[in-house]
């Protein structure tokens, strides 16, 4: 009689992380960077039809990195338990700590007992009445939670990135000022997926990007994408707070 095959539930375990980190590491990187008039987030992404930054409610917004039809699933899964929680209760129940909750669970039952676990991180975010009301969740492939400030960078070479994003952040930047460090970050990325020195990084021309922010002041829904001329203009004068204010 033949022996049964056995893994260790440590190896089994790391694994499974290897495999989705490996995955993830695969995609562009997405930066999500607070402003004073709200939260920015901006990835390369050539497709004006594949997002990776989506709405999810008035005030909350979605972004990822991984394998796009596994986070694209997740996104409306996100939708529908906001839209679910808005009707049944009242609109303002809707949160991203609640939606961050459910999405952990969500990955950590996947990782523990599905034999793939997704490919993907994800970033929650909402943005608030006030900076120190702006609420930036990032979630891992096995569902852990990590409460940010700030600044985020998701997906490929995320590690050097974010030092990167982390020595040239500082609040109450403007929105032309956090859209100029994210170009130069997601910039720092050459061809190869090796990250170059600072003032090598190549140039990505407005039509690669998508650009989206929440908007502190204004409508109901903050959530709006950036494109075309207006981006263009944001990009082309970073240091124009007044320029930033317009859009």
């Known amino acids: 009689m033949t022996m049964p095959f056995y893994v260790s539930p440590e190896q089994l375990m790391k694994d499974r992380a290897d495999f989705a980190r490996k995955g993830i590491a695969r995609g562009r990187s997405v930066v999500v960077l607070a402003y004073e008039g709200g939260i920015a987030f901006a990835t390369e992404n050539p497709s004006r039809a594949l997002h990776k930054i989506s709405e999810i409610y008035d005030r909350i917004a979605f972004a990822a ?14 939708v529908r ?12 129940d809707v949160t991203a700590r609640g939606l961050a909750n459910a999405y952990a669970q969500t990955l950590g039952t996947v990782f523990t007992t599905e ?9 929650v975010a909402e ?3 006030t900076p120190g009301a702006d609420q930036i969740y990032r979630l891992s492939y096995d569902g852990s939670v990590a409460d940010e ?99």
């Open 65 to 78: 990195v991984g394998k796009y039809n596994e986070f694209e699933n997740l996104r409306v899964a996100g």
């Open 81 to 92: 338990y906001a839209d679910l929680r808005g009707y049944s209760y009242d609109r303002t």
């Open 115 to 123: 034999s793939k676990p997704l490919e993907v991180e994800l970033v």
């Open 127 to 129: 943005v608030g009445p």
């Open 149 to 247: 400030h700030g600044h985020v960078v998701m997906g490929g070479q995320a590690e050097q990135l974010g030092a990167r994003v982390a020595d040239a952040w500082h609040e109450g930047m403007s929105l032309a000022e956090v859209l100029a460090l994210a170009v130069r970050t997601l910039g720092a990325v050459g061809a190869d997926g090796s990250v170059t020195a600072e003032g090598e990084e190549r140039e990505i021309a407005p039509g690669g990007l998508e650009v989206a922010v929440l908007e502190r002041a204004g409508r109901r829904r903050a959530f709006r994408r950036l494109q075309g001329a207006v981006l263009a203009g944001l990009l082309d004068q970073p240091g124009d707070r007044d320029g930033a204010e317009q859009v």
